[in-house]
């Protein structure tokens, strides 16, 4: 859909107006017509490169206008040619005295225009040259190469050739070298859905849902295959294989590589695509020289990509790396500070934690930890299901999927770290950043931090005592508290962990041993897990969805009293610390 | 919707993968982590810029690695937090020896984790800043400023800390300044539509349609108003008066500004919107500086839009403009050939066509020419409706109104080149030029071509004969086929057009005076064209309608018959050339 325009006839025009708006270092408009040349004027004595087509293609055109790429673009309207009298005036006002090249996809209506406009040129005396780009593999036979469209590619051979422009090539030398680029670049798209015109309900054209059209054109036109929908490795692979089987005799590897998205479809999808391409590239040997994966030639909101190869040789490899700077396209010149010139090596090291010397004290207390984190996981595990139940009433229904990825992967780090003699202190690190790295979400963050807080009070060296836990578990949960910017209250763990916590500290601070008193606290954090059915939260997510939940207890809450009476289980089982 | 994907859960990482191979020259992957840093490893002695927050927002966080922007980028699952134990190992990896400044949105699971990750690096002695971005407008209010989310504007919050840390800053420099940005910076957005994760069948959340929802935000969060769909002008209004509504009084009105498109929404619809936020802010006093107008901040693939604007000291904007180089935006260093130095004006005059000299015996046929364009023009209007009648069965509908358009402008450039004293054939050049700029299509060309044709052959001095013009149309109608590369039985107006020439020429060449031999060649055209009815046309639009138009006559046959027909009236009128 198109929802930001005014008066649909006038879509073209105010995005003229808007366009120069945004980048006047970069264009001025042509007095009385439907394009632009760079701001500065035309260079003189350089061969000037004029792009053109229908608009609805941004970047194309415009946004490449400036230097080492465009000296000037004409649009038409929506997805049709601009007409020989506007392609006239911006060649007039975009040439330099050393002739103008014509860059444009090969469109009926394109070619009439240009060619229009260029005897007119040529009638007063400007020298002329027209390329029209035929990069895709789906529109024609490889015989009959010069009748087929252009599409994404044709922003690599529009790239080289104002380069080579930008360069001092004369008019023959721009000429030959964007010749060369069109006939090394071989592109092949596929269409996921059709796109809307300004003030249209309906799109201009359909893919049918669930299916993928192969070399559907970017304004609809008819493509050679419709598949059921395929996974992104397929789909690469069935890109990949077109493109290539067209790989010329005379290509030594080298290539321009594009992966282009029409509008629609999103950049990670892009990235998705290319995580497949790029090794099946590299397993035929290709070499990818400066690969881009954007929106480089787009068609409105259409969903589509495609896969452009640009064969490369010397020649055409310094044009297409050669420095850029127009709104759109930008390459080159790195300018990295001068005051900083030495790069750091980043390895597995960069990343290792210094160990803790620990004692055999710590080291026997870690042990218990590891047992109630092992048992943790295995609660959690047990009422996974249950969890996710509970989180779903209110919210997106990962707690318990999220809590059992956590809790496993917290196990397999405290044991290690364990075998590996840590204390107790840098058994529940371990476990606390595997808990938040794989359980994602807040519930991850909070156990993580609340076992690490644990941990941080016991040390790695001292002997750990009842009251030492009791008081380790009360400093944590009130830096949790802190960190979560949560109160009680508000219908999350902290409505059980601090029954569960000033049950447990009061209780051992009276002489209670510590296993008795973790087992009374659990009992108490069961009930107040119970309770928080009657709240409301107070942070929702996305659209709240709180009032939903009242009557349902909270699952942190609940997941947290249920491993709190487990672990008292271990600390039944454990020996006596006093 | 996604449509590229392969396993959903493994989307994020699929996009990791994808992105470290399209842009090897600018980042590295971190050994077990999900995220990057810059390819050459840290810059000893730099302070280091980490970016990150939950994925799906690109080109935010990875896509702005590299020279002059972020020396790291930490991504978590889409729309979620990365964990502290992610964020900490980028920061590990991307520490140049001088301390990290950590950045993101304000998002209590993206605040959680960075500063978890920040405890514990600062426990391992590396100094740690964290500012985070809340330039979002709709989402407190400015009492609050420090609990709005961020949206668009953490773009240049974060360009302009970069730019400090390359510029050689300490630690608390590159915080103040980060921190002076997010402070200048106000952002407004609009949602039109939501968005669809990978492997689902619905949005996130909905917009509904027909409305716009001021301030969503970019994940669905709860906006401020909705209303209904305004015309671009009025939205633009809308974004501007709330953004200045809070221009702070220390503000001398130099800005950055950004109009942000979230994904779906078009390029060409940002420049719609820019054509009208940029007047507006101009007349408020702001001086725009480097705008951009672009994709910056993405949520998939949902469609809306936003401005930001950030007021600029001396300070703020010389690291806004200041070179960057990364995968997704690239800035400055703009390297003119040094071949090229002087740039030519682009004027008025730039585009003027010299003036022929003509013979009063062509000023007398130019009259003539200017009365047969003006007959056709309204011969054209009087059929307009029929004619589009026609078109829509099998075409766009538009042939009535294209032909309407460009024959008006033909008329009035045919005065007024004739009133300037112009010969037939400068006349019909001007009415050729004028129908093929306004009427648009193909159409619209070859109706230009065909009287430019007849012009060349008539020139502006010779005396003009009955077999001149006889034999100037066949010439003209010649070349027409050869732009065109239509051939007869296509159903084109070449159908009725040579129909209509080999009767004129063969009755001028066997002596019938021009007048009787137009008339009776005239009723030879509309014959022609009524017959185009069986035809099935040989090129069609999009998915070819082509065997829906059989029944039906040409509209481009059609309306050759009938302008032949009415100048046939014309030229009985005329003066006897001999």
């Given at each position: 859909m198109t929802h930001v325009y005014d008066d649909p006839a006038a879509f073209k025009d105010d995005v003229l107006v808007g366009f120069a708006a945004a980048y006047p270092t970069y264009v001025q408009r042509v007095p009385g017509s439907s394009g632009f040349v760079r701001a500065g004027g035309p260079l003189e004595g350089k061969v000037s490169l004029v792009l053109g087509g229908g608009s609805g293609h941004y970047p194309s055109y415009s946004g490449t206008v400036g230097t080492g790429f465009a000296d000037g673009a004409v649009l038409g309207d929506l997805f049709a040619s601009p007409s020989a009298e506007q392609v006239y005036r911006i060649c007039k006002a975009a040439h330099g005295g050393a002739g103008v090249v014509m860059g444009f996809g090969n469109y009926a209506g394109d070619r009439l225009n240009f060619k229009v406009a260029a005897d007119r040129l040529e009638a007063e005396g400007i020298d002329v040259r027209i390329v029209w780009v035929t990069d895709d593999i789906a529109s024609a036979s490889l015989d009959e190469q010069e009748k087929r469209r252009g599409i994404a590619g044709t922003f690599t051979v529009y790239k080289v050739a104002g380069a080579a422009a930008e360069a001092g090539l004369d008019l023959d030398g721009v000429e030959r070298v964007m010749a060369k680029a069109n006939a090394?670049?071989?592109?092949?798209?596929?269409?996921?859905?059709?796109?809307?015109?300004?003030?249209?309900?309906?799109?201009?054209?359909?893919?049918?849902?669930?299916?993928?059209?192969?070399?559907?054109?970017?304004?609809?036109?008819?493509?050679?295959?419709?598949?059921?929908?395929?996974?992104?490795?397929?789909?690469?692979?069935?890109?990949?294989?077109?493109?290539l089987a067209e790989r010329p005799e005379s290509a030594d590897g080298r290539a321009a590589v594009l992966v282009n998205g029409l509008g629609a479809t999103k950049y990670e999808e892009l990235f998705v695509l290319f995580a497949s391409i790029a090794p099946l590239l590299e397993q035929a040997g290709v070499t990818l020289v400066q690969p881009e994966v954007g929106e480089l030639v787009t068609s409105l909101d259409m969903a589509g990509c495609s896969l452009s190869v640009t064969w490369l040789d010397d020649e055409l490899e310094g044009y297409w790396t050669a420095p850029a700077d127009t709104p759109a396209y930008r390459r080159g010149a790195a300018t990295t500070s001068e005051r900083f010139t030495r790069h750091l090596e980043v390895t597995e090291e960069t990343l290792e934690t210094p160990v803790a010397e620990s004692s055999e004290d710590s080291r026997a207390a870690a042990e218990v930890a590891r047992r109630a984190v092992a048992v943790l996981s295995a609660t959690v595990e047990e009422h996974k299901d249950e969890l996710g139940r509970l989180d779903a009433i209110a919210g997106d229904g990962d707690h318990g999927i999220g809590m059992s990825r956590g809790a496993k992967a917290a196990t397999e780090a405290a044991d290690a770290s364990g075998e590996a003699g840590g204390g107790v202190q840098t058994v529940l690190a371990a476990a606390s950043a595997a808990f938040g790295d794989k359980a994602g979400g807040t519930s991850g963050i909070l156990w993580g931090l609340l076992l690490d807080g644990v941990g941080q009070q016991l040390g790695d060296v001292d002997r750990v005592t009842d009251e030492g836990v009791a008081h380790a578990v009360q400093s944590s949960a009130t830096r949790l508290q802190e960190f979560s910017k949560a109160s009680l209250g508000d219908k999350t763990m902290l409505d059980a962990l601090f029954p569960f916590v000033d049950a447990l500290v009061g209780a051992v601070d009276g002489g209670t041993p510590l296993a008795q008193a973790w087992r009374d606290a659990a009992v108490a954090a069961t009930e107040a897990a119970d309770a928080t059915a009657a709240l409301v939260p107070k942070i929702g997510r996305a659209r709240p969805l709180a009032e939903r939940s009242v009557g349902t207890p909270d699952p942190g809450a609940v997941s947290l009293a249920l491993i709190a009476t487990a672990i008292g289980g271990v600390l039944a089982d454990a020996p006596d610390p006093s």
């Open positions: 090394a670049t071989y592109s092949f798209g596929v269409a996921f859905d059709g796109c809307t015109m300004p003030g249209a309900d309906e799109p201009l054209f359909h893919v049918e849902p669930g299916q993928m059209d192969f070399g559907l054109g970017i304004h609809g036109e008819p493509g050679i295959t419709s598949d059921a929908w395929m996974p992104a490795p397929a789909l690469a692979a069935r890109l990949v294989e077109t493109v």
